[in-house]
Nanobody, 120 residues
Framework: QVQLVESGGGLVQAGGSLRLSCAASGSALTINRMGWYRQAPGKLRELAAFITSDGTINYEDSVKGRFTISRDNDKNTVVLQMNSLKPEDTGVYYC??????????????WGQGTQVTVSS
């Protein structure tokens, strides 16, 4: 099994910053992609950003230039630095980890979610 520990959510004013982190742990696994999804009230969950084990990065258009995603493969940790936050960034942010087990089975795990609230 895989365990995900998320941290860093909170309440900030518009223009402020938050740093989200997610640490994955487990046995007999290879993590290929780590990222963050978010879900605003009344809206569908959307991808905010992800990073692969070889360094490929993808951002949702509205966060480009404001968010930075990074990883520490040795510690199986992904960090999302969020700057210049806007009220529309408000939502629950979920860590997502994809990869394969030692037996070749694919896995896709989700964190419990951490609340990010940006006030006007």
């Amino acid at each position: 099994q895989v365990q995900l520990v998320e941290s860093g959510g909170g309440l900030v004013q518009a223009g402020g910053s938050l740093r989200l982190s997610c640490a994955a742990s487990g046995s007999a696994l290879t993590i290929n992609r780590m990222g963050w999804y978010r879900q605003a009230p009344g809206k569908l969950r959307e991808l905010a950003a992800f990073i692969t084990s070889d360094g490929t990065i993808n951002y949702e258009d509205s966060v480009k230039g404001r968010f930075t995603i990074s990883r520490d493969n040795d510690k199986n940790t992904v960090v999302l630095q969020m700057n210049s936050l806007k009220p529309e960034d408000t939502g629950v942010y979920y860590c997502n980890v994809r990869g394969t087990t030692g037996w070749g089975a694919r896995f896709d795990y989700w964190g419990q979610g951490t609340q990010v609230t940006v006030s006007s």
